[in-house]
């Protein structure tokens, strides 16, 4: 029998969500694809842009209401066996315009649980994410004026989180905060069983350690030369070296010039990123701080002791 989710843990992105992955899939009664599927919000160009342009380069449609997509998601629940409860993690939905309205139609009783980041301190994760992932050049204030919709748009939680409430009734959404599941993580992961019905409860210590907080800072030790390394893998074909040997989607195989910059730029594990300027963190908790005013309200629970900087006193 063809299995769909029961849940969806549907982001934000670095928030946690990577870790919450391996600790839900440890526990014997769930079942997780290891990869995310994306189904429900594959055709929204905003989410998915990369998606549209094929190995050509050209635009190509991307349907929702394609068959092979649907059954290429049905084939990622085939392994759920007897499990008694089935999840996928897709992160890209919580911001998705056009995912909330289907997982409301086709799954009406499927449960949400979606883990909030500061919203400042979750873009300067995501930078720092694509500086070391090879897909950005720039300083974090130049790339916050030519891809601030990239680095912002999933820091808008008070929008997002209203949208899905237009379809999921609110004790079908489960909260949870990045900050509090670092500092007391088996107390988030106990009311995160209560929330799916899990019992015996998750376990994080349970996790192998090379498992638990797979996501943890690996920044380039010199940013530089990473960049360089990335600014070569995009080279448009004509213009890339034999030797690199890079797809221009920068999925394929790196080459020896590549792989030589990314040695140098090194690797090093850091208990967090390095510094925002002050201006550029005063003027983020500004923009972002209003971008979720009523956020306090809208999830039922405090951030200010959280996020110290939050005020909830904006109006909705």
């Keep these: 029998m063809t299995r769909a989710p029961d849940f969806f843990l549907i982001g934000a992105m670095r928030a946690g969500t990577t870790t919450l992955h391996h600790t839900l899939g440890s526990h014997p009664d769930v079942f997780l694809p290891d990869a995310e599927q994306f189904f429900f919000d594959g055709d929204d160009f905003v989410e998915h842009a990369e998606d549209f342009r094929g190995p050509d380069g050209r635009w190509r449609p991307v349907r929702f209401d394609d068959p092979a997509r649907r059954t290429r998601w049905h084939a990622a629940f085939d392994g759920a066996g007897d499990a008694r409860v089935v999840g996928e993690d897709s992160t890209t939905y919580l911001t998705s315009t056009k995912a909330p309205a289907r997982i409301a139609a086709e799954l009406p009783d499927a449960r949400i649980v979606v883990s909030l980041r500061d919203p400042v301190a979750r873009a300067w994760s995501h930078y720092w994410h694509m500086v070391r992932s090879g897909r950005m050049l720039l300083r974090f204030e130049d790339a916050l004026l030519s891809q601030r919709g990239t680095l912002l748009h999933r820091s808008r939680y008070a929008p997002a989180l209203r949208r899905w409430l237009k379809h999921v009734p609110r004790e079908r959404l489960h909260v949870l905060i990045f900050e509090s599941f670092v500092a007391d993580p088996q107390a988030e992961l106990d009311r995160l069983s209560a929330f799916l019905g899990l ?89 972002l701080g209003d971008d979720n005013a009523g956020l306090d309200s809208l999830i039922g629970q405090p951030l200010q002791p959280w996020w110290p900087w939050f005020e909830d006193g904006r109006p909705v």
């Design 199 to 287: 019992d015996p409860p998750l376990r994080h210590a349970a996790l192998p350690a090379d498992t638990r907080h797979r996501h943890q800072a690996r920044l380039p030790a010199r940013p530089a030369l990473q960049q360089a390394a990335s600014f070569l893998r995009r080279l448009p074909a004509p213009w890339r070296p034999l030797p690199l040997i890079a797809d221009p989607t920068r999925r394929g195989p790196r080459g020896p010039a590549v792989r030589l910059l990314e040695a140098l730029a090194g690797r090093e594990v850091r208990q967090g990123t390095p510094d925002m300027h002050p201006e550029t963190m005063a003027l983020l908790q500004g923009v």
